[in-house]
């Protein structure tokens, strides 16, 4: 069966540090992957999106990368503040469909 | 510009009621989309039409759920009757494109909390 996979567990850091999450899927073939933010209360906010021919990505503090040989995404935030903490999201665009992870939650502490 | 548009925010129905959920997507967006989660999940998608054409419905509980989007803009979805399972945030998204790829950027409204008692 189908499966996306993120930390199960949640995510505290310092200040300044980096946070590594990570997303794993089995029997997908995803010609994209986006990684989404959710507030409590909130809907998901879209952050990045990676193709299958790309093994990195930035944007300001945000670093994605895409292993479809390991069939794994990780999404790095680095030099993190309390801002940052969130629920994070990874989804899979497969077959023109968008497939999200649990998500993982990260606190960040000043 | 104004975002995605829910409501209302929060619903309590007592089990084998009827609730219905309005959506608003952000002007001139082609491609809408419905989707549940449950706490400690991610969103699935439930239904996604593209102008007021159905695209996917596939994990559409269609005995129990039904949506439809007149005139291409708004949006309602129904559950009749609810069940203790249907308890969910049902989330809202839209976006430009009228291709109805997933690669389109999503924006998603802040979801209808429903609690099924």
């Known amino acids: 069966s189908q499966k996306i996979e993120q930390n199960s567990e949640a995510l505290n850091i310092q200040e300044g540090k980096t946070a590594t999450l990570t997303c794993n899927y089995t029997?997908?073939?995803?010609?994209?992957l986006q990684w989404y933010r959710q507030d409590p209360g909130r809907g998901p906010v879209f952050l990045l999106l990676?193709?299958?021919?790309?093994k990195e990505k930035r944007k300001e503090r945000l670093k994605v990368t895409f292993d479809t040989t390991l069939k794994q995404s990780l999404f790095h935030i680095t030099a993190s503040q309390p801002a940052d903490s969130a629920t994070y999201l990874c989804a899979l665009v497969s077959d023109y469909k968008l497939s999200f992870g649990a998500g993982t939650t990260v606190t960040v502490r000043a | 510009e104004a975002g995605v548009a829910q409501s209302p925010r929060y619903k309590i129905i007592e089990k084998r009621q009827s609730v219905a959920f309005w959506c608003n997507p952000i002007s001139g967006h082609a491609t809408l989309y419905w989707y549940q989660q449950i706490l400690g999940q991610g969103p699935k998608l439930l239904i996604q039409?593209?102008?007021?054409?159905?695209?996917?419905d596939s994990q559409l509980p269609k005995d129990r759920f039904s949506a439809e989007r007149l005139k291409g803009v708004d949006s309602t979805l129904k559950i009749q009757p609810a069940k203790l399972e249907d308890s969910a945030v049902y989330l809202c998204a839209s976006s430009l494109g009228t291709s109805g790829r997933a690669t389109d950027t999503q924006y998603f409204g802040p979801g209808t909390r429903l609690t099924v008692l």
């Open positions: 990676i193709r299958e021919n790309e």
């Open positions: 029997n997908y073939s995803p010609a994209y």
């Open positions: 039409f593209q102008n007021n054409g159905v695209v996917d």
